[in-house]
């Protein structure tokens, strides 16, 4: 998963950011929004000051190490699941009563690996307890322990010894037994197999050991064959268990101690000359069986993960999953200076892509409001760039159908390129400012300049009327003669430029002609305020 979204957004790197408008960018000023690990750890000048910015690679690294740390928090919940406590033992003494409470089912189980039957079987039912030799040394029969059994399996004959209920009162015991050599059936044997198992009372819990032996343990791994009167020494440990995390179970281990050989043939005229032999004509085995009373094992489980060890586990992946990330960010944004700055290109396409969207609803809402035909979707083109020059719109608050306000609005709207006319003859229209050529904006303003020259020329009962449109009409501006690069001299410069100067002048003079009839009608009405004070006084 990791791998996959690191391709993903090294994917993303080879899309075009376009305009802002594309999936592509959209996808990538997200990823950098997820920017939450490294906001303010990215690359700094010296003595910069630490802000916080969101890149699209801070971005991308956030989640990997998130995608990471995930998996790895995932990885240690599953080792405290499976793995949260382990197997303690603690060996302690114990005395008489507490090994009488030892009460298992023990079966032992040794089989001979030869031709031989059942029938070779001789000498089978004695008990020495004790050590051989010694003054403790007992000789009892092998009944008051387990009862003992012989069948011919396919692997030779088998002895079985059954305890149940067993009760073990000696620490050392021995039993004995040998085949011996019957007509056409010599006694050979060439390995051993054992199964020792105990269990307890009720049959829910089995302890057991067994193996195969072949030969010695001083000999090399070659095949050997066991005949003669030296005996074969199986020796077992029987330790004694109390498990406390199984409702304190006891329970008896037996353990596999060692092997000793007794009298073998390496070879084929070794073992020819024992089968020549009458003396040799037997396999001895003893099973010898060690129950430790001494001490006594206590099994129990304890937990090895506790709140303090799982927080600071969790806290070093954390710190790995980070860590890891963030030198990769170093490195690429030391290596690779573009992605430096990431930042700032993506934030200057979206805030442009975002005032385009707010100023494309400022014209449909002006549109919509004062119907302005001519404010269309053809704004960037500077030839057919259309507008509602020169007049006043004034939104109408009150009672009444929105579009009886528009119809208002439209009638009362004047253009300011016209000269108005009087009163009777007033007309209302809406023109484009770029619809119309320097040749008719000429035309049009000679057109005024004859009718004020016919407005001076009629009766005198219209002056004050010729006098308002002289002082209020305000041409156009001069136009600008524009030529291609190559056929633009320095003639035109100055042409252009002198018009536009002297179109500046007499901007000045109509400004200082209107600032001063502002000023003459105010003194003349502060001075008829007067004088009507006077008069009122007067009276």
């Given at each position: 998963?990791?791998?996959s979204?690191?391709?993903?957004?090294?994917?993303l790197r080879?899309t075009?950011l376009?305009?802002?408008?594309?999936?592509w960018?959209?996808?990538?000023?997200w990823?950098?929004?997820?920017?939450?690990?490294?906001?303010?750890?990215?690359w700094?000048?010296?003595?910069?000051?630490?802000t916080?910015?969101k890149?699209?690679?801070?971005?991308?690294?956030?989640?990997?190490?998130w995608?990471?740390?995930?998996?790895?928090?995932?990885?240690?919940?599953?080792?405290i699941?499976?793995?949260?406590?382990?197997?303690?033992h603690?060996?302690?003494?114990?005395n008489?009563?507490?090994?009488?409470?030892?009460?298992?089912?023990m079966e032992?189980?040794?089989t001979?690996?030869?031709?031989?039957?059942?029938?070779?079987?001789?000498?089978?039912?004695?008990?020495?307890?004790?050590?051989?030799?010694?003054?403790?040394?007992?000789?009892?029969?092998?009944?008051?322990?387990?009862?003992?059994?012989?069948?011919?399996s396919?692997?030779?004959?088998?002895?079985?010894?059954?305890?149940?209920?067993?009760?073990?009162?000696?620490?050392?015991?021995?039993?004995?037994?040998?085949?011996?050599?019957?007509?056409?059936?010599?006694?050979?044997?060439?390995?051993?197999?054992f199964?020792?198992?105990?269990?307890d009372?009720?049959?829910?819990?089995?302890?057991?050991?067994s193996g195969?032996?072949?030969n010695g343990?001083?000999?090399?791994?070659?095949?050997v064959?066991?005949?003669?009167?030296?005996s074969?020494?199986?020796?077992f440990?029987?330790?004694?268990?109390?498990?406390?995390?199984?409702?304190?179970?006891?329970?008896i281990?037996?353990l596999?101690?060692?092997?000793?050989?007794?009298?073998v043939?390496?070879?084929?005229n070794?073992?020819?000359?024992?089968l020549e032999?009458?003396?040799?004509?037997?396999v001895n085995t003893?099973?010898?069986?060690?129950?430790l009373?001494?001490?006594?094992?206590?099994?129990?489980r304890?937990?090895i993960?506790?709140?303090?060890?799982?927080?600071a586990?969790?806290?070093?992946?954390?710190?790995?999953?980070?860590?890891?990330?963030?030198?990769?960010?170093?490195q690429?944004?030391?290596?690779?200076?573009?992605?430096?700055?990431?930042?700032?290109?993506?934030?200057?396409i979206?805030?442009?892509?975002?005032?385009?969207?707010?100023?494309?609803?400022l014209?449909k809402?002006?549109m919509?409001?004062?119907g302005?035909?001519?404010?269309?979707?053809?704004?960037?083109?500077?030839?057919?760039?259309?507008d509602?020059?020169?007049?006043?719109?004034?939104?109408?608050?009150?009672?009444?159908?929105s579009?009886?306000?528009?119809?208002k609005?439209?009638?009362d709207?004047?253009?300011?390129?016209?000269?108005?006319?009087?009163?009777?003859?007033?007309?209302v229209?809406?023109?484009?400012?770029?619809?119309?050529?320097d040749?008719k904006?000429?035309s049009?303003?000679?057109?005024?300049?004859?009718?004020?020259?016919?407005?001076?020329?009629?009766p005198?009962s219209h002056?004050?009327?010729?006098?308002?449109?002289?002082?209020n009409?305000?041409?156009?501006?001069?136009?600008?003669?524009?030529k291609g690069?190559s056929?633009m001299?320095?003639?035109?410069?100055?042409k252009?430029?002198?018009?536009?100067?002297?179109?500046?002048?007499?901007?000045?003079?109509?400004l200082?002609?209107?600032q001063?009839?502002?000023?003459s009608?105010?003194s003349?009405?502060?001075s008829?305020?007067?004088?009507s004070?006077?008069k009122?006084?007067?009276?």
């Open positions: 998963m990791l791998l979204w690191l391709l993903f957004c090294l994917f080879f075009k376009g305009d802002g408008r594309n999936v960018f959209n996808i990538r000023w990823i950098s929004r997820l920017d939450i690990c490294f906001a303010t750890r990215h700094l000048d010296d003595q910069k000051v630490v916080k910015r890149t699209e690679l801070g971005g991308a690294f956030s989640i990997a190490s995608i990471l740390f995930i998996g790895l928090f995932a990885a240690l919940l599953y080792q699941i499976s793995k949260r406590s382990i197997e303690v603690n060996v302690r003494a114990t008489g009563p507490e090994l009488a409470s030892f009460v298992n089912d032992f189980n040794i001979t690996v030869s031709s031989m039957s059942c029938a070779n079987l001789r000498n089978l039912g004695d008990l020495v307890a004790g050590n051989p030799g010694f003054i403790d040394q007992r000789v009892v029969s092998l009944l008051t322990l387990a009862n003992h059994s012989c069948y011919n396919s692997m030779g004959p088998t002895i079985v010894l059954k305890c149940k209920n067993c009760k073990l009162i000696y620490d050392h015991m021995f039993i004995s037994w040998q085949f011996v050599d019957l007509p056409n059936n010599p006694a050979t044997a060439v390995g051993f197999e199964k020792l198992t105990s269990m009372i009720a049959k829910k819990h089995v302890s057991f050991v195969t032996l072949k343990s001083a000999f090399d791994d070659s095949p064959t066991f005949r003669g009167k030296q074969n020494i199986l020796k440990n029987l330790f004694p268990r109390v498990y406390h995390n199984l409702h304190n179970l006891k329970l281990q037996p596999f101690h060692e092997f000793l050989p007794g009298s043939s390496r070879d084929t070794e073992l020819q000359a024992s032999s009458s003396t040799d004509g037997l003893t099973l010898y069986i060690n129950f009373s001494d001490y006594v094992v206590e099994i129990d304890e937990n993960f506790g709140p303090v060890s799982f927080l586990d969790l806290g070093g992946l954390y710190c790995i999953s980070i860590g890891i990330f963030f030198y990769l960010l170093i690429c944004e030391y290596r690779i200076k573009k992605l430096r700055n990431e930042d700032s290109i993506m934030r200057r979206r805030n442009r892509r975002k005032a385009q969207e707010h100023w494309d609803k014209r809402y002006v919509y409001t004062y302005c035909p001519t404010m269309d979707d053809t704004y960037n083109s500077t030839k057919n760039e259309t509602c020059g020169g007049f006043m719109l004034h939104s109408v608050r009150g009672t009444g159908s579009h009886k306000r528009r119809l609005s439209r009638k709207s004047i253009n300011l390129y016209k000269k108005p006319s009087l009163p009777a003859n007033k007309s229209s809406c023109k484009p400012l770029g619809s119309t050529n040749s904006l000429h049009e303003n000679m057109a005024k300049q004859q009718n004020i020259g016919s407005c001076k020329d009629s005198q002056p004050q009327e010729s006098s308002i449109i002289d002082d009409f305000i041409p156009p501006p001069p136009s600008l003669e524009m690069g056929e001299d320095m003639s035109d410069i100055q252009n430029l002198k018009n536009l100067y002297e179109y500046n002048v007499m901007l000045r003079n109509k200082l002609a209107a001063s009839l502002l000023h009608s105010s003349r009405h502060s008829s305020v007067n004088s004070s006077v009122t006084k007067e009276t």
